[in-house]
C-alpha cells in the first residue's frame, strides 16, 4: 500500500510538472519543443537518480511516479503522428532521432556524472 501512494504521489508532482512545462512552452504548430525538453530532462534526471544511493521508497517514489509521469512516450510518439500527417515526414524523423539519441546520451550523463562524483 505504501508502495502504491508512493507512486501516485511522485506521479501527481511529475504530471503537474510537466503540465506546467507544456504550458509555458507551447508547441502547436511548431517543432514540439516542450515534449522534447521534457523527455531530454527527464532522461537526465534519471540518469542521474539511479547513480545516486538510495531507498527503494525514494526510487519509487522519485523514479517510477515522478519521471514516469514527468517524461512522456505516448506524447512522443503521438507528435511524431502529426508531423507526419503534415507531410513533414523529414521533420518528425528528425524529431525522432533527436529525441531518442539525445535522451540516451543525457540518460548516460546524467548517471555517468553522479557516479565521478
Not at 522534447?36 to 523514479?63: E, H, R
Not at 500527417?85 to 555517468?112: D, H, N, R, T
Amino acid at each position: 500500500m505504501l508502495s502504491s501512494l508512493l507512486v501516485a504521489a511522485g506521479g501527481f508532482l511529475g504530471a503537474t510538472a510537466r503540465y506546467a512545462i507544456n504550458r509555458n512552452l507551447p508547441s502547436k504548430g511548431e517543432f514540439p519543443r516542450s515534449t522534447l525538453i521534457v523527455n531530454g530532462s527527464g532522461s537526465f534526471l534519471l540518469g542521474v537518480l539511479m547513480g545516486l544511493p538510495g531507498s527503494d521508497s525514494w526510487l519509487l517514489f522519485a523514479g517510477t511516479g515522478f519521471m514516469g509521469a514527468f517524461t512522456t512516450f505516448s506524447t512522443l510518439n503521438w507528435e511524431t503522428v502529426q508531423l507526419q500527417k503534415e507531410k513533414s515526414l523529414l521533420k518528425a524523423l528528425c524529431y525522432l532521432g533527436i529525441s531518442y539519441i539525445v535522451g540516451l546520451a543525457l540518460a548516460m550523463a546524467g548517471y555517468g556524472l553522479v557516479t565521478l562524483l
